[in-house]
């Protein structure tokens, strides 16, 4: 027995007042022997789609439970790749995390860019190909590694027929080796079922109501390397030219454009200011470049995180490696930015402590990455939540650097108000407070810390590592 599930409940709940609770699963069971293909058949709605992901460890169920023999090959309806690797970086990350060595990555690779025929594609983007190619990528990374147990749901969606034909043959090739028990969603009007019709049975679904629930499994790797993770989601990141380009416009467009506006302002209006008003400005603008562009580092990489990352656990890295790769990702990337935005800071203004300055706004960006991968968990879309974290960041900006009248707004109480103090300081030159300082490090200490509880209970997988 390679995989059994008893019992398996399932009801998707919301809490809109008026909104209706769905139960999706109730009652599920079955057995998987090696050698043995199962067609999963029902109407749409009836939960095949929620039964896989369970079964696979994708999705937690309310009730029952599931016991996996061996590895698991998992091919998602939806592909669940990384868009912006390529396809030898995606085969080069799955591998890793499976446990592959170089050679045995190389080996199915060339294997499967043969079989499905996608070689030329190995240095295309993945957001670049066709849906038929994504879903060649997709099945190839169920599959490199041997699975003793390989769930597919709908794998052939976008093939043309010689690469369905090719695709029933490799599913041929794992039953004789008996290395692989499949288990295959297949409509009840697919003609083509009998194809899989020796050593095959099929579990009906009665109505719209099935069930299930805890997955106890071995992961089958020891996990992508940190390094591996981090090369690949900076790489990522920059492959976009927009983010290349504001990288270096938006602090020099910033500084330049606050400083210019304040200057212009007259300086009665702002008699308890410590600098002058064109220091002011560019200040505000080099502190809120940072802290915008960490932010939506933050905000992109939590929203590319949830169901790609999960499928990397599934094949065997855990959910606290993957939470140091994306950390270490948005730390490299912010400090890239912080050495950006006080360059161009230097490039305007006489600075006293260039390094304190620097230290300063790798303290804002990080802050402000953390509440990206907040914002992220609230907004699901990039647009809202990059419109979000520039509101925030303009308002928390503006108190900190008292543009407002603090008889108004409580300055002291928003996260950059100390390291604006700081970073006047690095400027203008004065001893540094601790009054500032351990204020500053508490932010980022508590914020980051809530972040990454968050990113926790979203990556986490029923049966995965912890």
Request: glycine residues 10%.
């Amino acid at each position: 027995m390679v995989l059994s599930a008893s019992d398996i409940e399932k009801t998707y709940d919301t809490w809109l007042p008026f909104g209706r609770t769905v139960d999706v699963l109730d009652g599920a069971t079955m057995e998987i022997r090696a050698g043995e293909i199962i067609g999963i058949v029902g109407e749409n709605g009836s939960g095949k789609s929620t039964l896989m992901q369970i079964l696979v460890g994708a999705l937690e169920a309310d009730g029952g439970a599931v016991e996996v023999d061996g590895q698991v090959g998992w091919c998602p309806q939806e592909p669940r790749l990384y868009d912006r690797l390529t396809v030898e970086e995606t085969f080069h990350l799955f591998g890793e995390a499976y446990d592959m060595t170089h050679e045995e990555i190389r080996s199915a690779r060339n294997h499967f860019s043969e079989t499905l025929d996608f070689e030329r594609f190995l240095d295309y983007q993945v957001r670049h190909l066709s849906g038929g190619n994504r879903q060649k990528i997709n099945l190839s990374v169920a599959l490199m590694h041997d699975p003793d147990v390989l769930l597919l749901d709908e794998p052939y969606t976008g093939f043309d027929w010689d690469t369905y034909l090719a695709f029933w043959n490799l599913t041929e090739q794992l039953i004789e080796r008996v290395l692989a028990s499949v288990l295959s969603r297949i409509s009840s009007t697919n003609g083509n079922a009998s194809m899989a019709s020796t050593n095959s049975s099929t579990v009906p679904f009665l109505g719209r109501r099935l069930k299930m629930a805890t997955t106890e499994r071995s992961l089958p790797g020891t996990g992508h390397r940190v390094w591996t993770g981090v090369r690949a989601h900076a790489t990522a990141f920059f492959r976009e030219p927009l983010y290349l380009v504001l990288l270096i416009a938006l602090p020099v467009v910033e500084i330049w454009f606050a400083g210019s506006a304040l200057e212009s302002l007259p300086d009665a209006a702002f008699t308890e200011m410590d600098v002058s008003l064109i220091t002011t400005g560019r200040m505000f603008g080099a502190i809120f470049a940072t802290a915008v562009f960490a932010g939506i580092v933050g905000l992109f990489q939590r929203l590319s995180a949830e169901d790609t990352d999960r499928r990397l656990i599934i094949a065997g890295s855990s959910p606290s490696r993957l939470f140091v790769t994306r950390a270490l990702t948005i730390l490299g990337i912010t400090t890239v930015v912080a050495v950006v935005s006080t360059i161009a800071l230097l490039a305007f203004e006489q600075v006293a402590r260039p390094g304190l300055v620097f230290a300063v706004l790798v303290t804002a960006g990080i802050l402000y990455a953390a509440f990206g991968i907040l914002v992220g968990s609230l907004l699901s879309g990039e647009l809202e939540g990059s419109l979000a974290l520039v509101f925030l960041v303009d308002i928390d900006v503006v108190l900190a650097t008292g543009l407002l009248p603090t008889d108004l707004f409580v300055g002291e109480l928003f996260p950059l108000f100390h390291p604006y103090q700081l970073l006047e300081t690095a400027v203008v030159g004065g001893d540094v407070s601790s009054g500032h300082v351990l204020p500053s490090l508490g932010y980022v200490v508590v914020v980051s810390g809530v972040a990454a509880l968050v990113y926790a209970r979203t990556t986490t997988i029923n049966g995965g590592a912890g």
